[in-house]
């Protein structure tokens, strides 16, 4: 063993400050977004701060932060509009900072979205910087910012929130920090249904933990999923997923502690994982009258539930009925495609277990649920483990390169963006 592996995870600024790079890559392709949108919408006679705080699911939000659940919509087709569909962690802290500052219940959200994006961006980071080095950590981050619905990242909606919260557990349990891990998928699970792949990452990786063997508790996370294959290849290969850089460039880790009270913290961190969810659906149940699957009626309400993709495959086989509709029907086939290659490719470039259990139950419930349609890009926005793969090839391109495909593609989704949120934009 070298001191390489021994190294301890810098706290505080240290840890910052090896993130600047990232953070900073971030802010400049975000702020190019927010800027093309700001002129976008002058020149359309809209305000971009509407367009970020005060429409569609937003909306919502702001009025469980003021007036607290119990508002509901009833459309002349008989479906009802509740809010309690809306999980609670982003109104509260809408009302928090609504009640210690002078910002509107709207621009209390658009902060929290800003400051959970920059938080975000800083898990996804590190979660990368843990599994394959410093460079394509910031890759990574940069390709999350430069998503076509990057857009959906500063607006006063739950994503950003969630992805932060999804993101830094995950590294915790990559990390070793059951405790950390339990905590916040726990917040995630109060911030979008979607928690639940955050509770299933953290049970599942620690039932692999408990399983592992002796020489596998020595790792990080303790457990063989936990380990640095950028800095492991196998005998005679060349690493798939390793990104190009000197050695420092490797991942900081931290010491393993004591096998009893480690395996303690692993039960208390999958314990904690699912009480934000359960909790909440419970209270749902409760509030309804309708029992423990009374949130389901709320989300039936909405026409939303898990079909197994049913719905989707009606909705992409409509499509080829004219012209040129046909043409969206097509890409939306390969936008599917490319998202269940990306996935195979995780898994070839054998990702650690809690990010392929988590990308992938991401991805299914994306796809397989019968909600708004339009709807499905900016729900696969928390998946940033299947943007990897992409991650790692610009990591291994030469930096004049990398800069201009970065800034080529990151123009185009600022332009994507503003002509999306003023035309259709997310429901």
């Known amino acids: 063993m070298t001191d390489l592996g021994t190294r301890v995870v810098p706290p505080g600024f240290a840890a ?25 919408s002058a020149a359309r006679g ?21 007036l607290g659940y119990g508002y509901e919509v009833r459309l ?56 394959y080095g410093r460079r394509a950590g910031v890759c990574a981050v940069l390709v999350w910012a430069l998503l076509p619905i990057g857009i959906v990242q500063s607006m006063a909606y739950s994503e950003s929130l969630f992805t932060a919260l999804a993101a830094w557990s995950l590294y915790a349990v990559l990390t070793g920090r059951w ?39 020595g790792t990080p996370s303790g457990s063989s999923f936990g380990r640095n294959r950028s800095t492991a290849p196998e005998p005679g290969a060349r690493s798939p997923e390793r990104a190009p850089g000197p050695p420092a460039d490797a991942p900081l880790r931290r010491e393993p502690a004591p096998e009893g009270a480690g395996r303690a913290a692993r039960a208390l961190g999958m314990l904690l994982a699912p009480l934000g969810t359960a909790g909440y659906v419970l ?52 936008g599917v495609a490319a998202l269940i290659r990306l996935y195979v490719v995780c898994v070839r470039q ?9 990308g992938g139950v991401v991805l299914a419930l994306a796809l397989c649920t019968s909600s708004y349609f ?14 990897f793969p ?15 495909v970065v800034g080529g593609v990151a123009v185009a989704s600022a332009v994507y963006g503003a002509w999306w949120l003023n035309g259709s934009g997310p429901p």
């Open 76 to 131: 002349p087709n008989g479906d009802v509009h509740s809010n309690l569909a809306f999980f609670p962690l982003l109104p509260w802290l809408e009302r928090l900072l609504h009640a210690v500052s002078p910002l509107s219940y709207a621009d209390a959200g658009f902060a929290v979205a800003l400051l959970a994006s920059l938080a975000a961006a800083w898990g996804i980071f590190a979660v990368a910087d843990q599994v």
């Open 390 to 404: 992409l991650a790692l090839a610009l990591a291994r391109s030469r930096t004049p390169r990398a800069a201009l």
């Open 350 to 358: 054998r990702q650690p277990l809690p990010l392929l259990v988590y």
């Open 374 to 387: 339009g709807s499905k890009p900016r729900l696969l926005l928390p998946a940033f483990p299947l943007l």
């Open 179 to 217: 405790v950390t891990a339990g905590v916040l998928a726990s917040l995630s699970g109060l911030t979008r249904p979607v928690g639940l792949a955050v509770v299933a990452a953290v049970w599942v990786a620690g039932l692999a933990s408990f399983t592992s063997s002796p020489r596998d508790r």
């Open 16 to 40: 910052l400050r090896r993130a600047a790079p990232a953070l900073l890559g971030y802010v400049a392709v975000r702020g190019l977004g927010l800027l093309v949108l700001a002129l976008w």
């Open 46 to 66: 809209k305000s971009a701060h509407t367009l970020l705080t005060a429409r569609w699911d937003a909306l919502w939000y702001t009025r469980v932060a003021e």
């Open 283 to 334: 209270w749902v149940g409760h509030r309804t009258g309708q029992g423990p699957l009374g949130y389901l009626d709320v989300q039936a309400g909405w026409r939303n539930g898990f079909d197994g993709g049913y719905a989707f495959a009606r909705f992409i086989a409509a499509k080829f009925t004219s012209f040129p509709a046909a043409l969206a029907g097509l890409g939306l086939i390969v």
